[in-house]
Antibody, heavy 122, light 107 residues
Framework: QVQLQESGPGLVKPSETLSLICTVS??????????WSWIRQPPGKGLEWIGY???????NYDPSLKSRVTISLHTSENQFSLKLNSVTAADTAVYYC??????????????WGQGTLVTVSS | DIQMTQSPSSLSASVGDRVTITCRAS??????LNWYQQKPGEAPKLLIY???SLQSVVPSRFSGSGSGADFTLTISSLRPEDFATYYC?????????FGQGTRVEIK
């Protein structure tokens, strides 16, 4: 059973860079054909897709965040990461990592981490 | 970008009620539509994928239908553990957008 666990600072100052790691167990980030994704949820609000990195290393980001976000694979550590720079209070959210599964050509977010709250405040 | 619109945004229902939530895409997405359930303080869980396929271990009172741009999640007989927020998501094309969510509350 694949498990994902987010980790990183819970408090980030405005204008700085938010950095999170998702550690994967029960599977390898470098094998199979999966989309390794980040999703966030501001307090009391809905889910927002941030982006993904595919096993090949190709990435896709939400256009509203594209200029500030980088998702990377770290195969030797079996992790993938999220960096979001120039953060503001609007980036305060619970951040989730997730791994996809594809069935009959349809992709779904099948495995999710438990989420980690990141607060942007001075 | 493909916009996903869920309705209603919230509803109140009683145990045993039949509940229907709709999700409309701004363009055709074939059957690339998934439904997730989220309870307070928890990560979302996949309920239904490819519009109508039930994830394993999900009770059969949940069902999904639709294709193209209009989709429906139905709970045939609401149970206490079903009170939660439900999200649709399209994965037809990136960015993979979510609906705004439907909160199902106890009447």
């Amino acid at each position: 059973q694949v498990q994902l666990q987010e980790s990183g600072p819970g408090l980030v100052k405005p204008s700085e860079t938010l950095s999170l790691i998702c550690t994967v167990s029960g599977g390898s980030v470098s094998s199979g054909s999966y989309y390794w994704s980040w999703i966030r949820q501001p307090p009391g609000k809905g889910l927002e897709w941030i982006g993904y990195i595919y096993n090949s290393g190709s990435t896709n980001y939400d256009p509203s965040l594209k200029s500030r976000v980088t998702i990377s694979l770290h195969t030797s550590e079996n992790q993938f990461s999220l960096k979001l720079n120039s953060v503001t209070a609007a980036d305060t959210a619970v951040y989730y990592c997730a791994r996809s599964r594809m069935v009959s050509g349809v992709v779904m977010l099948y495995f999710w981490g438990q989420g980690t709250l990141v607060t942007v405040s001075s | 970008d493909i916009q996903m619109t869920q309705s209603p945004s919230s509803l109140s229902a009683s145990v045993g009620d039949r509940v229907t939530i709709t999700c409309r895409a701004s363009q055709s997405i074939s059957n690339s539509l998934n439904w997730y359930q989220q309870k307070p303080g928890e990560a979302p869980k996949l309920l239904i994928y490819a519009a109508s396929s039930l994830q394993s271990v999900v009770p059969s009172r949940f069902s999904g239908s639709g294709s193209g741009a209009d989709f429906t999640l139905t709970i045939s007989s609401l149970r206490p553990e079903d009170f939660a927020t439900y999200y649709c998501q399209q994965t037809y094309s990136a960015p993979w957008t979510f609906g705004q969510g439907t909160r199902v509350e106890i009447k």
